[in-house]
């Protein structure tokens, strides 16, 4: 079952590349967003269209293997219900970071976001931030969000700093993430960040266009 | 019970009445009275309606959090509310489980024990993981989410996190709002698409976002944070947004009055909004921390 959980979000991502390559100024349709929730298999995966198309189906299967490792060390703790206490939600937290990092310990940046998906993913950005509204876009990014000096993938994300907004356009032209993961920035860095766990998964760094 | 003001000492004005396009909520500002004992409440406080109160940008665990606070408790002794909807940022910097105690529960635990529950929507300062996990924050677990109150009063809350308001949580928004027949269909999330902060201000991505969505399905009201002071816009496109954003923090001075949107603001105290709706019509005070009604008024919601 699984092994199957990436197929429906491949198939959304490839689908949104290949449109977002016909057009840039088209936003999903309510059956993309359909076909990328798991669990919906109505539509058989079609092959790469492109190289970028490529790095991002790699990237996705990459993601999709850690969230396999997440469920599984998750699922081997005790679970967060809603009548869990701070200090129980607070412990599986803290638990679930442990359990990640010590399963990556040898974990570096660039191995999810490998030097192609990077490489994709900041034409994303460029494309999303270079129109009218860019600078009010990267204003709203980089609202209270000073950054972290030597940011590390498996560290948790700092306390006292507040997440950044990322805006929906952006959100609408990255593939879409399993449920535990969001994007983030952190400074010029775009994260790939474990909620649950509430470390940083990887990074690309120096995402915004010059 | 509301403590209301002899009709001798009580001054209405007629501030704004803003009918400036078919279907707009009509808004009608009330300068409220003040009286030496208690709050110089103005709300009608009707047996059957529904009473709320709005709170944002609380969770710092200050003084000056404590004593709006109390001053929110004095408010459900005079004006028995029933829910707190937040409007984000419920606590800063770290959310260890004795920061939960600490700038939550000990200043609300009078409410708390008063059995006024809270509703909350994630700010940009809030850990997603740790807080819709907190039972107090009844949030089931979700990042966003809906929820009709318990009342007779035909109403819906709609919960949002605007700072990942990725196309899914877009899409069951519109479908949430599709299947609601409440009358009064409310959202509440972090981020103003109307402000006139001048550390924040509008958020454009945001509004062209959500606006269409709330134009579509009659919304009449919605209430954010984010910029820290209180502001009641003037009706956009028919709708009232207001800006809750000093429940614990203040930023003095900070309301920008050459944006055009304000119809009220208060930038120099801490501030928390009760309402309450009966039918069509939701009456609204805000309340500062020295217990000052500094807003208040009613709004219509179109048929």
């Given at each position: 079952?699984?092994a199957?959980?990436?197929?429906?979000?491949?198939?959304?991502?490839?689908?949104?590349?290949?449109?977002?390559?016909?057009?840039?100024?088209?936003?999903?349709?309510?059956d993309q967003?359909k076909?990328?929730?798991?669990?919906?298999?109505?539509?058989?995966?079609?092959?790469?269209?492109?190289?970028?198309?490529?790095?991002?189906?790699?990237?996705?299967?990459?993601?999709?293997?850690?969230?396999?490792?997440?469920?599984?060390?998750?699922?081997?703790?005790?679970?967060?219900?809603?009548?869990?206490?701070?200090?129980?939600?607070?412990?599986?937290q803290?638990?679930?970071?442990?359990l990640?990092?010590?399963?990556?310990?040898?974990?570096?940046?660039?191995?999810?976001?490998?030097?192609?998906?990077?490489?994709?993913?900041?034409k994303?950005?460029?494309n999303?931030?270079s129109?009218?509204?860019g600078?009010?876009l990267?204003?709203?990014?980089?609202?209270?969000?000073?950054g972290?000096?030597?940011?590390?993938?498996?560290?948790?994300?700092?306390d006292e700093?507040?997440?950044s907004?990322?805006?929906?356009?952006?959100?609408?032209?990255?593939?879409k993430?399993?449920?535990?993961?969001?994007?983030?920035?952190?400074?010029?860095?775009?994260?790939?960040?474990?909620?649950?766990?509430?470390i940083?998964?990887?990074?690309?760094?120096?995402?915004?266009?010059? | 019970?509301?403590?209301r003001a002899?009709?001798?000492?009580?001054?209405?004005?007629?501030?704004?009445?803003?009918?400036?396009w078919?279907?707009?909520?009509?808004?009608?500002?009330?300068?409220?009275?003040?009286?030496?004992?208690?709050?110089?409440l103005?709300?009608?406080?009707?047996?059957?309606s529904?009473?709320?109160?709005v709170?944002g940008?609380?969770?710092?665990?200050?003084?000056?959090?404590?004593?709006?606070?109390?001053?929110?408790?004095?408010?459900?002794?005079?004006?028995?509310?029933?829910?707190v909807?937040l409007?984000?940022?419920?606590?800063?910097?770290?959310?260890?489980?004795?920061?939960?105690?600490?700038?939550?529960?000990?200043?609300?635990?009078?409410?708390?024990?008063?059995?006024?529950?809270?509703?909350?929507?994630?700010?940009?300062?809030d850990?997603p993981?740790?807080?819709?996990?907190?039972?107090?924050?009844?949030?089931?677990?979700?990042?966003?989410?809906?929820?009709?109150?318990?009342?007779?009063?035909?109403?819906?809350?709609f919960?949002?996190?605007?700072?990942?308001?990725?196309?899914?949580?877009?899409?069951?928004?519109?479908?949430?709002?599709?299947?609601?027949?409440?009358d009064?269909?409310?959202?509440?999330?972090?981020?103003?698409?109307?402000?006139?902060?001048?550390?924040?201000?509008?958020?454009?991505?945001?509004?062209?976002?959500?606006?269409?969505?709330?134009?579509?399905?009659?919304v009449?009201?919605?209430?954010?944070?984010?910029?820290?002071?209180?502001?009641?816009?003037?009706?956009?496109?028919?709708?009232?947004?207001?800006?809750?954003?000093?429940?614990?923090?203040?930023?003095?001075g900070?309301?920008?009055?050459?944006?055009?949107?304000?119809?009220?603001g208060?930038?120099?105290?801490?501030?928390?909004?009760?309402?309450?709706?009966?039918?069509n019509e939701?009456?609204?005070?805000?309340?500062?921390?020295?217990g000052?009604?500094?807003?208040?008024g009613?709004?219509?919601?179109?048929?």
């Amino acid at each position: 079952m699984r092994a199957l959980r990436g197929l429906p979000i491949l198939i959304a991502i490839l689908s949104a590349v290949s449109l977002s390559a016909c057009n840039r100024s088209s936003a999903p349709s309510v059956d993309q967003t359909k076909a990328s929730v798991p669990g919906n298999t109505a539509a058989a995966p079609a092959a790469p269209v492109n190289d970028d198309a490529r790095a991002l189906a790699a990237f996705l299967e990459r993601v999709n293997q850690y969230a396999t490792l997440h469920q599984k060390l998750e699922n081997s703790l005790p679970k967060v219900s809603k009548d869990s206490t701070p200090q129980q939600v607070d412990a599986h937290q803290r638990a679930l970071a442990k359990l990640i990092q010590d399963a990556r310990q040898s974990a570096k940046q660039g191995d999810i976001f490998t030097p192609d998906t990077q490489a994709v993913i900041r034409k994303l950005v460029g494309n999303v931030f270079s129109g009218p509204d860019g600078a009010a876009l990267k204003a709203s990014v980089m609202d209270e969000n000073p950054g972290v000096p030597n940011l590390k993938v498996n560290s948790r994300y700092p306390d006292e700093i507040p997440v950044s907004t990322i805006p929906p356009q952006l959100l609408q032209a990255l593939p879409k993430l399993p449920e535990e993961m969001e994007y983030r920035f952190v400074g010029n860095a775009l994260i790939l960040m474990d909620t649950h766990a509430h470390i940083v998964a990887d990074f690309v760094p120096d995402t915004f266009p010059k | 019970m509301l403590k209301r003001a002899s009709t001798a000492s009580l001054v209405i004005g007629l501030l704004c009445l803003v009918e400036g396009w078919t279907g707009a909520a009509r808004v009608v500002a009330v300068q409220a009275p003040q009286s030496a004992g208690g709050l110089a409440l103005t709300l009608p406080n009707k047996a059957d309606s529904f009473k709320f109160a709005v709170l944002g940008d609380f969770g710092t665990g200050s003084k000056e959090q404590y004593q709006l606070a109390a001053q929110m408790k004095q408010a459900h002794d005079q004006y028995p509310y029933t829910l707190v909807i937040l409007v984000g940022d419920n606590l800063y910097g770290s959310e260890r489980p004795q920061d939960f105690k600490k700038k939550f529960e000990d200043p609300y635990q009078p409410l708390l024990d008063a059995g006024v529950k809270f509703y909350a929507s994630l700010g940009n300062h809030d850990d997603p993981q740790e807080q819709r996990n907190y039972k107090l924050f009844n949030m089931d677990g979700k990042r966003y989410y809906s929820f009709k109150p318990d009342t007779k009063q035909s109403v819906r809350f709609f919960v949002l996190e605007s700072s990942y308001l990725e196309p899914q949580q877009v899409a069951w928004f519109e479908q949430e709002l599709k299947g609601s027949n409440s009358d009064w269909k409310i959202p509440y999330f972090h981020h103003p698409p109307y402000s006139s902060g001048e550390r924040h201000g509008s958020d454009p991505q945001i509004r062209s976002a959500l606006e269409p969505l709330f134009l579509k399905y009659n919304v009449s009201v919605v209430f954010t944070g984010h910029d820290h002071f209180y502001e009641r816009t003037k009706p956009q496109k028919g709708i009232v947004y207001f800006v809750c954003g000093s429940g614990g923090q203040l930023r003095k001075g900070n309301i920008d009055k050459s944006t055009g949107l304000t119809a009220a603001g208060n930038d120099q105290d801490q501030a928390f909004l009760i309402a309450e709706i009966n039918g069509n019509e939701l009456s609204f005070n805000a309340i500062s921390r020295q217990g000052k009604v500094f807003d208040s008024g009613s709004i219509t919601r179109p048929k």
